[in-house]
């Protein structure tokens, strides 16, 4: 079910008025284990996955009858995701809502373009091959990590799936640092990751890891069948979705994953990749915006951040897996007739279930995923 987080002072408002007062527990679950500040209740979907306060024009009946200030938190900054880091405001988009979905993956520069080779990562190469004495602000750290993982997904010098591989090596490092405080080793860490990437260093390795096409449509038939199917009965935009990679890949519950693992590398090969070739930006531009969303690699938890890295781009890598099975299972279904269109409304349905909803991470835990050839057989086609 989607998830609404409502905040405690907009809760208590709700209790002291009169006519939403006897309605509070069909309106609203309060949060048992681990209630916060902002994260008081959760609004109760009705049976057709609804907000219960939507009028029938789809307008906030709370705000129609009561002003904006009955808004919660949430629903009074949605789509956008404000937060204070380092003392900055930075706000970013949830892709749940269609015209922000458009926005952020339609724009053929969402970022200025960086250089190309390795003066790309020229800063950060130029950063001290040693450990340093560990700056004691935190987010110095964490500025120059973003840094890279930007200009990672951007350099389109490697395939897609390669940028994604080596951030995975990337944070698994990472983990191994800032989780034992060893602050003064990432710019090292850095250093060298910088140095590896435009250098080239990993692309034989890289070229040689085999393609488990199979694997692959079983992740999607798992992960995304078996956790929406259970969990989001209901949403007819990811049913819709599902559908056309059922219809894209020729699947039957009667049959073999092998039948069907023929018709998603055909279609792989001559739609989906094609389409991408012609239009690298849209993937691109979901991944920056995830970096941007979720604080990439340390997540929005700050009491947890440095154990978060390798949990981070795992969660990114399943998500992104989902995403990409199932718009190869688009591009088998419609053909040439694929278009931006379609990749915003299935970001959108999947942005839907995957933003607004804190029970994910059971359904992410998939097949020995932490191992680096696992994450591949998921990414490369």
């Known amino acids: ?89 930075e706000q970013s988009l949830s892709l749940s809502c269609i015209e922000a979905a458009r926005l952020v993956l339609l724009s053929p520069q969402l970022m200025p373009r960086a250089e190309t080779g390795s003066s790309r990562y020229s800063r950060l190469l130029a950063l001290p091959d040693q450990a340093i004495a560990p700056n004691q602000n935190q987010f110095r750290n964490f500025w120059d990590i973003r840094e890279f993982c930007l200009l990672l997904v951007q350099d389109r010098t490697y395939p897609l799936w390669e940028r994604l591989f080596i951030l995975g090596m990337f944070c698994k490092r990472l983990v191994e640092i800032v989780g034992t405080r060893q602050f003064g080793r990432v710019p090292t860490l850095l250093h060298d990751y910088s140095e590896i990437t435009s250098s080239g260093k990993l692309r034989t390795d890289m070229a040689n890891i085999p393609v488990h096409s199979e694997a692959q449509v079983k992740m999607v038939v798992e992960v995304a069948f078996g956790y929406l199917r259970t969990h989001k009965a209901g949403l007819c935009d990811i049913d819709k979705c599902l559908q056309d ?31 991408m070739e012609r239009y690298p930006y849209l993937l691109e531009n979901y991944l920056i915006n995830h970096i941007f969303r979720v604080v990439f690699p340390f997540g929005q938890v700050p009491e947890d951040m440095f154990e978060r890295p390798q949990r981070e781009f795992l969660f990114m890598c399943v998500e992104f897996a989902v995403l990409k099975g199932l718009l190869i299972g688009a591009a088998g279904r419609y053909r040439e007739l694929l278009s931006g269109e379609h990749v915003v409304k299935l970001v959108q349905s999947l942005a839907k279930t995957f933003e607004h909803d804190a029970t994910l991470g059971g359904a992410l835990n998939w097949q020995g995923l932490a191992e680096a050839n696992c994450v591949a057989a998921l990414l490369k086609n």
């Open 1 to 89: 079910m989607w998830e609404v987080p409502i905040d405690r002072a907009s809760y208590e408002r709700y209790e002291r008025n009169p006519e939403l007062r006897p309605h509070l527990q069909d309106y609203f679950s309060l949060i048992s284990d681990g209630a916060t500040e902002r994260r008081h209740a959760l609004i109760r979907m009705n049976a057709a996955s609804v907000c219960p306060f939507l009028s029938p024009e789809r307008l906030c009946r709370l705000q129609q009858e009561y002003g904006e200030s009955f808004l919660s938190e949430s629903c009074a900054t949605y789509p956008r995701n404000p937060r204070r880091l380092d003392g900055l405001l």
């Open 245 to 275: 990679f059922l219809h894209g890949v020729g699947y039957n519950v009667d049959e073999s994953l092998e039948s069907c693992t023929q018709l998603y590398v055909h279609a792989y090969g001559e739609y989906y990749d094609p389409f």
